[in-house]
């Protein structure tokens, strides 16, 4: 079993940066690829970076490359998401995931067995 909590959302201007962090319980983090989503109101979940779990790979989303940066430490069991260059459309409620050990599947580095409860970001224009 592995629990996923979410923390570094808020409130930032258009063009300002915030890192969101995910801290994993557990013994297994350094074998499981970690992803992060998010939803904003009325839409569907979306894909927007993984991370393998030795960090030598990642994988973005096109609406966030160049602006956001996925990273891990193994020794602190945490994920990190550096947003970049925010913009309004980044608004939403983002979720990180993890993986299964040892596995990096066709979809986004899942599938992803652990989700945590999710973190608001808010970008006003």
């Known amino acids: 079993q592995v629990q996923l909590v979410e923390s570094g959302g808020g409130l930032v201007q258009a063009g300002g940066s915030l890192r969101l962090s995910c801290a994993a319980s557990?013994?297994?983090?350094?074998?499981?690829?970690m992803g992060w989503f998010r939803q904003a109101p009325g839409k569907e979940r979306e894909f927007v970076a993984a991370?393998?779990?030795?960090?030598?790979?990642?994988y973005y989303a096109d609406f966030v490359k160049g602006r956001f940066t996925i990273s891990r430490d193994n020794a602190k069991n945490t994920v990190y998401l550096q947003m970049n260059s925010l913009k309004p459309d980044d608004t939403a409620v983002y979720y990180c995931?993890?993986?299964?050990?040892?596995?990096?599947?066709?979809?986004?580095?899942?599938?992803?067995?652990?989700w945590g409860q999710g973190t608001q970001v808010t970008v006003s224009s």
């Open positions: 991370i393998r779990w030795s960090g030598g790979s990642t």
């Open positions: 995931a993890a993986g299964r050990s040892y596995t990096w599947g066709s979809y986004y580095g899942g599938p992803y067995d652990y």
């Open positions: 557990g013994r297994t983090f350094s074998s499981r690829a």
